[in-house]
C-alpha cells in the first residue's frame, strides 16, 4: 500500500498557496501606486460568478486544457513548444475544410475531421522537430518563425476556401452540416442557466487520461521523461533520443491540433477570420501553473478561465481596465515558478536534515549491536 506522506503534501500545497498569496500582494500593490480602488477589485474578482458564466468558464477551460497539455508534452521532454498556436490554427483550418465538404456521415465526419485535425497540428510541429534533430536549430525559434508563418498561411488558404454569406463581411470555410455538429451538454436542472457545456469537454478529458497514463504506466512515456531530464544517461540506457525528440514534438502538435476542436463543432461550426486566437501562448502559462501534471492543469485552466470570465465586468464594477486580468495572470505564473522554486530548495534542505539525523543515530546502533 502506498503510504502517504504529510510532508510532500504540505509542500505540494504550499508552493501554490505561496503564488496566490504573492500574486494577491503584488497586484494590490500595482492597484495602490496607480490609485485604482483595491476592494472593489478584488470584490468583483472573486465574487460568485452566475451561472452563465460557469459554463462560459468550463468552456474556455476546456480548450485551455488541450492547449496546455498540448505544451506540458514538450515540457516533459525539456523542449519549449511556443508553436501551439499556429499549430492548432493550421489544425483547426483543416478539419474545418474537410468536415465542410461533409463526404461523410455525421458522427465519422467529426470522427475523421479530429484525425485530420491531429495529422495537421502534428505535421507542422514536425517540421521543427525535424529542423532540430537534423540541423540544430532551437525549437524556440522555430516554432515562433512557423506561428507567422502558420498566420499567414491559413490567411491566404481562407481567402480561397472561403464561402461568401449574403449579408455579411465575415469571412469563413463551409459550415459544418447540422448533422456533423456536437450537441452541447445541459446543466439547467443545476445551475439553472440555458447555456450548454461544449460536448467536446470528453474529449478534453480524454487527452488528460492519456496524457497521464502514457507518461506514466508506458515504457515511451518513462523514456521521454527520462530523456528530459538528463539526455546523456537517457543515452547511455539505449534510448534513441533524435526519435524521442521529434516523436515528442509531433505528439506535442497532434494534441495541439485539438485545441480549437470544441469551438469548431461546439460553437462557430466554421472556420473563419473571427476564430478565436491566442489560445496557443495561454496554454504556455497554464502548463506551467498547473506544473505539467494532467491534474494540477485541470486546476490552472479553470482559474485561468474563472479570471477571465469575472475580467469582463471590472470597467463596469470597478472602474479598471479589463486588461489588469492580463496583469494579474502573468504575475501569477512568475509567483508560481518563484514559490516552486523556494519550495523545492526548502524541501531538499528538509530531505537533507532527514538523512543527515538517521546517519547521525546509526553509528550508534551499530555500537550497541557489537557490544552485545
Known sequence: MTRIDPRRIALGLAAPLLAILVA?????????????????????????????????IVNAATVYYLSAIAVAIGFRMNLFNIGVDGQYRVAAFAAAVFAGQAWLPGPLNILVSLLVAMAAGGLWAGIAGLLKVTRGVSEVISTIMLNAIATFLVSFLLSKAAVKVEGSNAVSTRPI????????????????????????????????????FILNKTRFGFDLRATGRSETAAVASGVKVKRMVLVSMVLSGAAAGLVGMPLLFGQDHAYGDTFQSGLGFAGIAIALLGRNNAIGIVFASLLWAFLDAQGNGLQINAGVSDRLVLVIQGVIVLSVVIAYEIVRRAGVRMEQRRVASQLARTPAATTEGASA
Do not use: M
Open 177 to 212: 452540416p447540422e448533422s456533423s455538429r456536437v450537441p452541447g451538454i445541459s446543466v439547467d436542472g443545476i445551475i439553472a442557466t440555458p447555456n450548454l457545456i461544449y460536448g467536446l469537454v470528453v474529449l478534453a478529458i480524454l487527452v488528460g487520461f492519456l496524457y497521464w
Open 24 to 56: 494577491f500582494v503584488v497586484t494590490s500593490l500595482i492597484l495602490f501606486v496607480a490609485r485604482d480602488p483595491v476592494g472593489a477589485v478584488w470584490t468583483q474578482l472573486i465574487k460568485a460568478p452566475l451561472p452563465r458564466q460557469v459554463v462560459a
